[in-house]
């Protein structure tokens, strides 16, 4: 084994002091690396959270001015009416399970449940 080797057999306590540079060098390149590597998921976390945020606003643009281009006969054999726009394009993003109504709509308005109560016993 040459100076510069560190060997963990025979332990941190029989390092020479090259060997103790190279074991702190060592350390602090991986903490560095490390330390880049958890930035670098941070700052893509973040970027991809502004991506989709944008894409959001844009989506309820989108169905905003679509339903805001349609007659008031079309909203309601959907529907909604003209005041209610914004509250079927809030609904939409509350309610997991949609249906959409119209094709060319991208707003999407809930289903209509019918709720069956079991007499109990």
Do not use: Y
Request: glycine share 4%; proline share 4%; charged share 30%.
């Amino acid at each position: 084994m040459s100076n510069n080797e560190f060997d963990p057999c025979t332990g941190i306590r029989h390092l020479t002091p090259q060997q103790w540079t190279a074991l702190r060098k060592c350390i602090v390149e991986r903490a560095h690396a490390e330390r880049r590597r958890a930035i670098r998921r941070t700052l893509a976390g973040i970027w991809r959270l502004i991506r989709s945020g944008w894409h959001h606003i844009q989506v309820r643009q989108e169905a905003r001015a679509t339903l805001r281009s349609m007659t008031d006969r079309e909203l309601w054999d959907i529907g909604v009416s003209r005041s209610g726009i914004e509250a079927a394009i809030r609904r939409h993003e509350t309610d997991a399970e949609v249906e959409i109504l119209h094709p060319d709509i991208q707003a999407v308005i809930p289903p209509k449940r019918d709720i069956h109560c079991e007499a109990e016993s």
